[in-house]
Every structure is written in structure tokens, then in C-alpha cells.
């Protein structure tokens, strides 16, 4: 299946646009900070994906999808520190963090179903 296909892929996609949109409020002497970690933590979790979809084995794609689900856990720890910080509401988090945990099952369960399916060629 193309990653583009992918409901994992297209929710984190999503995530990711909607770090960029929060993001823009935060203060400018956050930009090469908190910004800029947020941006690149959630930007991670579909590049993986996609990654790991062009391998050549099912191996090698969990592995990049067990770094995508690192790089939302971190996402989660930037967003509750913006959080913390006041650069983004309770509403906004709690919408975020919803995103975030669906996004959290999703990659659980498709490592699983992978790894039910044993590390060889992608294609059999």
C-alpha cells in the first residue's frame, strides 16, 4: 500500500499542519526553540512513515515506524511544555493530545500487525 493511503499517515500529516498553524502564536523568542523542536518532532512521525514504507523489508519498517512513535512521544512532551508555558491553550492541547493519542494507537497496532507478520520481503 502506497503511504499515501495510509489513515496513520494522513492523521499524522494532519498533526503536523496543525503544529505549524499553533506554532505561529508562539513568541518570537521561541522560534530556534520550542518552535523549532515542535516543528521538527512532529514533522518526524510521518516522514518515518513514509520512510519505512520504501524499505524493502518488514524489518526495516518497524523500525522507522518505532521512530516515528518516539518522535510523537516527543511531540506530546513539546506540546505539554507549550502548554505549561501558556503559548497554547487547554483547548488547543486537549484537541491536540486527542490527535496525538489516536495517532499513538494507530502506530501501535500497525507495528503489531507487522510484526504478526514476520520480518520478510514487505511483498509476501
Not at 505561529?24 to 522560534?31: A, G, Q
Not at 518515518?48 to 518488514?58: C, K, L, P, Q
Not at 502548554?83 to 491553550?89: N, P
Amino acid at each position: 500500500m502506497h503511504w499515501k493511503e495510509l489513515e496513520v499517515w494522513k492523521l499524522s500529516h494532519e498533526m503536523v499542519l496543525d503544529v505549524y498553524r499553533l506554532t505561529r502564536s508562539f513568541p518570537d523568542h521561541e522560534k530556534f526553540r520550542l518552535t523549532s523542536q515542535l516543528c521538527r518532532a512532529a514533522s518526524s512521525v510521518p516522514a518515518n512513515i513514509v520512510e519505512g514504507n520504501a524499505r524493502h523489508s518488514r524489518k526495516e519498517y518497524i523500525q522507522f515506524l518505532v521512530t516515528a512513535r518516539a518522535s510523537l512521544e516527543e511531540t506530546r512532551y513539546h506540546s505539554l511544555l507549550a502548554r505549561d508555558l501558556r503559548y497554547l491553550g487547554s483547548l488547543d492541547y486537549d484537541l491536540f493530545e486527542a490527535k496525538a493519542e489516536r495517532i499513538s494507537r494507530m502506530l501501535n497496532s500497525f507495528i503489531r500487525s507487522l510484526r504478526a507478520k514476520g520480518t520478510s520481503d514487505k511483498a509476501k
